[in-house]
């Protein structure tokens, strides 16, 4: 049984950043026209590392972040100024 639709944005706040510089991660939820609370946002950021020579390549990778976050309640949204950041 539907109970509605809901939206999500997830971005960065610019394409590219400096080592140590901090990373401003923005996640705009639209859940005005859901009847069902969002009770968590899980958050994971991966990294794959790709080496290629001679017509070879290996890969090797995991996970950088995870973060579970707060959600949103049925009928409202976190967008605009109001994003999870």
Same mark, same amino acid.
């Given at each position: 049984?539907?109970?509605?639709? *809901? !939206?999500?944005?997830?971005?960065?706040?610019?394409?590219?950043? &400096?080592?140590?510089?901090?990373?401003? &991660?923005? #996640?705009?939820?639209?859940?005005?026209?859901?009847?069902?609370?969002?009770?968590?946002?899980?958050? *994971? #950021?991966?990294?794959?590392?790709? &080496?290629?020579?001679?017509? *070879? !390549?290996?890969?090797?990778?995991?996970? #950088?972040?995870?973060?579970?976050?707060?959600?949103?309640?049925?009928?409202?949204?976190?967008?605009?100024?109001?994003?999870?950041?």
């Amino acid at each position: 049984m539907s109970k509605g639709i *809901s !939206s999500a944005d997830i971005h960065f706040e610019k394409d590219g950043y &400096m080592p140590g510089e901090l990373v401003q &991660m923005v #996640i705009e939820v639209d859940n005005t026209n859901c009847e069902a609370n969002i009770n968590w946002i899980n958050v *994971s #950021i991966n990294k794959t590392v790709t &080496m290629r020579s001679s017509g *070879s !390549s290996t890969s090797d990778g995991g996970s #950088i972040f995870h973060k579970q976050i707060n959600g949103v309640p049925a009928r409202l949204s976190r967008v605009g100024d109001q994003a999870i950041r």
